[in-house]
């Protein structure tokens, strides 16, 4: 067996292509960043039983190599979303991300026309750092009447169409709109619980899918 002789230039050489190999491995690797609010942060669960959770199992049961980062945080509106982003796109370097805010928006009574420039505000500031973008609407009770009710469901689409992002159009669809909508949710009766979640995927999962393709 012929053994060639390496140079200390073949050496480097090599390394640079191993290197450079795996930051490319690493670059094709699919990142989904969820920023939302207590729906995706497991508030009141069990860890590893939200939706987000699921979703990372989701993606391993179909054999898509993708890391999930779920920079959720109960409570949070969009504008805090807004002000959290950039740091989020510049530290993790997402392919996609998810954007499931606006629900305590509506709790607080914040002006509407806030919630959308700060939705469409994020949704350019993703897909300008390279994102592909899933917006994930959400809808509130009739008695916030039915002029808000409708104005409030519809800014989601507004964006998402206007943004040219995928959407969702309610998160809690099958959970929130049942016949008998409290056997799904926790005491306070505005955050579902853990049997409700894997709905919750199966509503985000589609469209999600779609832009992982």
């Known amino acids: 067996m012929r053994v060639s002789k390496w140079t200390r230039r073949d050496f480097v050489a090599a390394g640079l292509v191993a290197c450079h190999g795996g930051w490319a491995a690493a670059a094709g690797t699919p990142v989904v960043l969820v920023v939302g609010d207590s729906l995706s942060a497991e508030y009141g669960l069990k860890r590893g039983t939200g939706w987000v959770a699921l979703l990372e199992q989701r993606l391993a049961s179909d054999k898509i190599a993708a890391r999930v980062v779920n920079a959720s945080i109960s ?26 805010l606006g629900a305590n928006d509506a709790l607080r009574g914040l002006p509407l026309a806030g919630t959308e420039d700060n939705l469409a505000a994020m949704t350019q500031a993703a897909q300008t750092a390279g994102a592909r973008v899933l917006l994930v609407g959400m809808q509130v009770p009739p008695n916030y009447g ?3 009710t409708n104005r409030f469901s519809g800014l989601f689409a507004k964006v998402a169409k206007e943004r040219k992002a995928a959407l969702v159009p309610f998160l809690l669809a099958g959970v929130a709109d049942v016949a008998d909508p409290t056997s799904m949710f926790q005491a306070d009766r505005i955050h579902p619980k853990a049997e409700a979640q894997p709905r919750m995927l199966d509503n985000v999962w589609p469209e999600l899918k779609k832009l992982l393709r």
């Open 75 to 100: 409570g949070d509106t969009t504008s805090g979303g807004r002000s959290r982003l950039p740091a989020l796109l510049q530290q993790h370097k997402p392919t996609h991300v998810v954007l499931e």
């Open 146 to 148: 039915t002029d808000y």
